[in-house]
C-alpha cells in the first residue's frame, strides 16, 4: 500500500530538507543550471521571499520531506506578474512514485486559486521524464534554446513549456 502523503507550505525549518533534496542535483545532474550548492543561510532567505502569490510547498511522507515545489516569478519586470516558473524536486530515492506529479498538481491548484494567469516550465531538454510529467498536466512546448546552458563540459538545450491556467 502507499504511504500517506501530505503537501503542505513549506516552513523554515524544512528548508535544510529541501537543501539536501536540492542541492544532490546542484552537483550530480543538469536539471539545474545552478552549479553551486545552496547554504543553509540563501535557502532560508529564498522561502522568505516566496509566499503570498509565490507559494513553496513539500511533499511529507512518514515525517519526512520527501520533494518540494515552488512557484517563483517568471521576470522580475512588474508587466510579467501573472506569470509564474515552476520548480520541482523530488528527493532521489523516492522519484517515479507519483510526487513529482501530486507536487505539479497542488502548485496549479495553487496558481489557479492565486490568480495567475500562466505557468511557465524551463526543462533542460534531456529530462525527458520531467517533459513527460508537464505535458502530462496540460504544458505545451512553447520555445526551445538551443546550447542556452554549459555544465559537467556539455552545451544544454533548455524546452520552454507553458500552460495557461
Ligand atoms: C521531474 C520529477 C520532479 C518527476 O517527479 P517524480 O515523482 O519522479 O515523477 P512521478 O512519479 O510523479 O511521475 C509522473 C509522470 O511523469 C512522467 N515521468 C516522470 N519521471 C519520468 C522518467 N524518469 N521517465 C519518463 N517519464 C517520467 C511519467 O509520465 C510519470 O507517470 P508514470 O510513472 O505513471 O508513467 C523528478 O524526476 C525530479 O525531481 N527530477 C529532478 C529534478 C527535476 O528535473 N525537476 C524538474 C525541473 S523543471
Same mark, same amino acid.
Given at each position: 500500500? @502507499?504511504?500517506?502523503?501530505?503537501?503542505?507550505?513549506? /516552513?523554515?525549518?524544512?528548508?535544510?530538507?529541501?537543501?539536501?533534496?536540492?542541492?544532490?542535483?546542484?552537483?550530480?545532474?543538469?536539471?539545474?543550471?545552478?552549479?553551486? +550548492?545552496?547554504?543553509?543561510?540563501?535557502?532560508?532567505?529564498? !522561502?522568505?521571499?516566496?509566499?503570498?502569490?509565490? +507559494?513553496?510547498?513539500? %511533499?511529507?511522507?512518514?515525517?519526512?520531506?520527501?520533494?518540494?515545489?515552488?512557484?517563483?516569478?517568471?521576470? +522580475?519586470?512588474? %508587466?510579467?506578474?501573472?506569470?509564474?516558473?515552476?520548480?520541482?524536486?523530488?528527493?532521489?530515492?523516492?522519484?517515479?512514485?507519483?510526487?513529482? /506529479? @501530486?507536487?505539479?498538481? @497542488?502548485? !496549479?491548484?495553487?496558481?489557479?486559486?492565486?490568480?495567475?494567469?500562466?505557468?511557465? %516550465?524551463?526543462?533542460?531538454?534531456?529530462?525527458?521524464?520531467?517533459? %513527460?510529467?508537464?505535458?502530462?498536466?496540460?504544458?505545451?512546448?512553447?520555445?526551445?534554446?538551443?546550447?542556452?546552458?554549459?555544465?559537467?563540459?556539455?552545451?544544454?538545450?533548455?524546452?520552454? *513549456?507553458?500552460? *495557461?491556467?
Amino acid at each position: 500500500m @502507499a504511504e500517506p502523503l501530505a503537501i503542505r507550505p513549506a /516552513r523554515v525549518d524544512d528548508c535544510s530538507a529541501i537543501n539536501d533534496i536540492y542541492n544532490h542535483y546542484v552537483l550530480c545532474d543538469t536539471c539545474t543550471y545552478q552549479t553551486e +550548492p545552496d547554504s543553509l543561510e540563501e535557502r532560508e532567505a529564498w !522561502l522568505l521571499g516566496h509566499g503570498g502569490p509565490h +507559494p513553496v510547498l513539500v %511533499a511529507e511522507q512518514r515525517g519526512q520531506v520527501v520533494g518540494w515545489g515552488a512557484l517563483s516569478p517568471f521576470h +522580475p519586470r512588474a %508587466a510579467y506578474q501573472a506569470s509564474v516558473e515552476d520548480s520541482l524536486y523530488v528527493r532521489r530515492d523516492r522519484l517515479r512514485a507519483g510526487l513529482g /506529479r @501530486a507536487l505539479l498538481t @497542488a502548485l !496549479l491548484e495553487q496558481a489557479r486559486a492565486l490568480g495567475h494567469h500562466t505557468v511557465i %516550465a524551463l526543462i533542460s531538454a534531456e529530462k525527458s521524464g520531467s517533459v %513527460a510529467l508537464h505535458a502530462e498536466l496540460g504544458f505545451e512546448r512553447a520555445g526551445y534554446l538551443r546550447q542556452a546552458g554549459y555544465k559537467f563540459e556539455t552545451w544544454l538545450d533548455v524546452v520552454f *513549456m507553458q500552460l *495557461m491556467l
